[in-house]
């Protein structure tokens, strides 16, 4: 009878204690991180949180949060919350005539790999530019931002600058924006901060399938001391060996003013121009091979270029058609080229536009097109744009499309990404020169339809910026210089509507 | 809704664990009852003692017959003592296991299970009371002496035998402990388990979201 009641009582007990472990409440913590410069809880009478599965998009659950007593105090539970593996969560801020006036949204957060820590979402008021309570660890002019994956954008490079202009040392420091937890600091590996061997300015850095990111040409400067890059550098994703250097095969990968462009599904890196350290504007395209580590020279463009763009497109199935490359050349009749996959060459697009473009901006859109936006034409900024459109290559329209007007202020040297159905044009310099603090937002429609949808301000004025757009759907705008404050540490976001 | 898991869950334990114990205590005691009553004792179905089994040392059959005396003495009371002399059926080796047992048991506990043979035998001592009487003193000094006898010669010390099985043999499988041992286990377990694995849709998950200070 003991023995029976003993057995019994323990396996009483043992289930009792596996069921309470297992119907534990798993338990998040969300923290709204908000802008320095804004209070984005003015005019909300309504929180509207929606979290949504990541891996069904139709499931999806809101939750209304009426405050009583304003928002100082912000901090609520939200209860019997069905379980989401993954989910994705965004806090919209209701006016009282329903309108969205702040908007917050995570990345894809796991739920067991984020039980019991801290995930943050920017909450900032829409169409605007907010100062987030963030900066780098040093001012950086020339900088890159590549954004791997769904949480990261990691800042590589760039060069202090006085305020006079003049270049001071280049950057070894690797930082990295972390946007699961709204945080900045240095790109680690374990215990150890990634630090190139020198800094570098001047060169491109682009991310690849493979987690990597190719960090080609540039120079490093330290006092007056120039030095090109002599290699390719690979950041790896791989902990033990994050740093490699590649190869380079009928290539010479000392330049600056390039372009360098992943092909999408490939892990591979096409690579134009540029100038040497001689100051020769140089031709040649590369392709860098991301499972080689080797860059191999693949043909020549039809003109030498620097200073150019060179964006991926897509045609209207969304899979990739080839490279458009464009500006930065001398010549007037060639202003853009076209590289498709399947081609050995290049090809100058057949345009009437007899004009030397450059420093201007272009980004992908939707629908096999794509964007030039503002940059020099003989030397003067332009408020035009230049729409290419791939179904044109073959049929006679016009491939290439001025719009005219399209910008608010004629810009060169300004940052462009673009964001859902519409492109943030940030910065640059003005016909005068002088560096410029606002963005303009155009939008994006059918064909040949961008039109201009605002203008706004941004905390600093900003030149050799970068910006990116982030997994959670906001631009991030960072570093850059300006004449009053020299090199900029700041950053800045863009929330879209 | 979590705490409301919790508690049926609670529930659901509690009563399956008592209904598992529900069910022991009644077999349990009618299985004992069954093995006291003079009535219910396979008396009929002893073995007949082999050649092999009576060919033992007179010496160990001295021994084991001055042991079943004593055990017999020492831990049962009287009207018990009667009872069990009477009903158990001398000269079988299964029998003289439960007075091996005995022999194991302290003063102290051979009085427990007195009381405790006094509470649940009420039937038992009945009988035995109305047989006792009816049966004159000659006779019982004379099947006692028959008894004796019978033990004596069939008593079974074949190793190729061994007790416990026999006796296990003897009792139903619902009448052992083991048997709602396991079922109560069983019980248990499905319904944790199910609870686990039938509501795991319904687990629940909480968000704190909380302002980060400027």
Known sequence: ?497 | MLRNLYYITGWLILISFSFSLGLYYPAQAFAEDGVAAPADSPVEETTEPTPADSAETPQAEADTATGTEKKAEENTAEPATGATAETVKPGEGEVLKPAEDRKRLSPEEAAKLRDSLKIKSRRKQKQTKEKDASDSVIKRIFDASKDKDNERFNIDYSPSKPDPVTADEETPFYKHWIFWTIIGVAAVSGVVIGLKYGLSSNKTMSIDITRREP
Not at chain 1, 344 to 363: F, K, N, P, W, Y
Request: charged share 25%; glycine share 10%.
């Open chain 1, 1 to 497: 009878m003991k023995r029976t009641l003993m057995l019994l009582c323990l396996a009483f007990l043992c289930l009792v204690c596996i069921a309470c472990d297992d119907t534990q409440n798993m338990g998040l913590a969300l923290e709204l991180v908000t802008p320095d410069n804004q209070d984005p809880f003015e005019g909300v009478v309504r929180l509207s949180i929606k979290i949504e599965d990541a891996g069904d998009k139709e499931r999806e659950t809101t939750y209304p949060f009426e405050p009583a007593d304003g928002f100082d105090d912000l901090s609520f539970r939200l209860k019997d919350l069905d379980r989401y593996s993954s989910f994705e969560l965004e806090v919209r801020g209701e006016d009282i005539e329903g309108q969205t006036v702040s908007r917050g949204q995570s990345t894809v957060i796991n739920s067991s790999e984020m039980e019991d820590d801290v995930f943050s979402i920017y909450f900032a008021k829409v169409n605007g530019i907010s100062t987030p309570p963030l900066s780098m660890g040093k001012a950086r002019n020339n900088l890159r931002i590549v954004v791997p994956g769904y949480n990261d954008a990691v800042i590589i490079g760039g060069s202090d600058t006085n305020i006079d202009g003049t270049e001071l040392d280049s950057i070894a420091e690797v930082e990295n924006f972390s946007v699961l937890k709204y945080t900045v600091g240095n790109l680690n590996y374990g215990d150890e901060d990634l630090r190139l061997a020198s800094g570098v300015v001047g060169h491109s850095a682009s991310y690849l399938d493979s987690a990597n990111i190719l960090v080609l040409g540039g120079y490093s400067r330290s006092g007056e001391e120039i030095s090109y890059l002599e290699t390719p550098l690979v950041i790896s994703a791989n902990v033990e060996e994050y740093l490699i250097e590649t190869k380079c095969k009928d290539f010479n990968p000392r330049r600056t003013l390039h372009a360098a462009t992943t092909i999408p599904g490939f892990r591979q890196v096409f690579i134009t121009g540029g100038v040497d350290e001689d100051g020769n504007i140089l031709a040649d395209a590369a392709l860098y091979d991301d499972d080689l580590h080797t860059s191999t020279k693949v043909f020549d463009l039809k003109t030498p270029r620097r200073g150019h763009t060179q964006v991926s497109v897509f045609d209207g199935n969304e899979e990739y058609a080839g490279m458009l490359i464009c500006g930065g050349t001398d010549s007037d009749n060639k202003l853009c080229e076209w590289w498709s996959v399947d081609s050995e060459g290049s090809r100058v697009i057949e345009s009437d536009l007899r004009e030397t473009l450059t420093g201007h901006s272009a980004a992908t859109i939707s629908n096999g097109r794509a964007i030039m936006v503002g940059g020099t034409i003989d030397g003067v900024p332009v408020d035009s744009a230049l729409l290419f459109r791939l179904s044109c290559l073959e049929s006679g329209c016009d491939t290439l499309k001025r719009i005219d007007s399209l910008l608010e202020t004629a810009r060169s040297d300004a940052s462009l990404s673009s964001f859902g159905s519409g492109l943030l044009l940030c910065g640059g310099r003005d016909a005068s020169g002088a560096v410029l603090s606002s963005c303009e937002v155009l939008m994006i429609g059918e064909d040949a339809k961008i039109t201009h949808y605002s203008t706004i301000e941004m905390a600093h004025a900003r030149v050799g910026h970068s910006s990116a757009l982030l997994p959670d759907g906001n631009v991030l705008i960072a570093g850059g210089w300006n004449e009053t404050e020299g090199a900029l540490d700041s950053m800045e976001i863009y929330t879209p509507q």
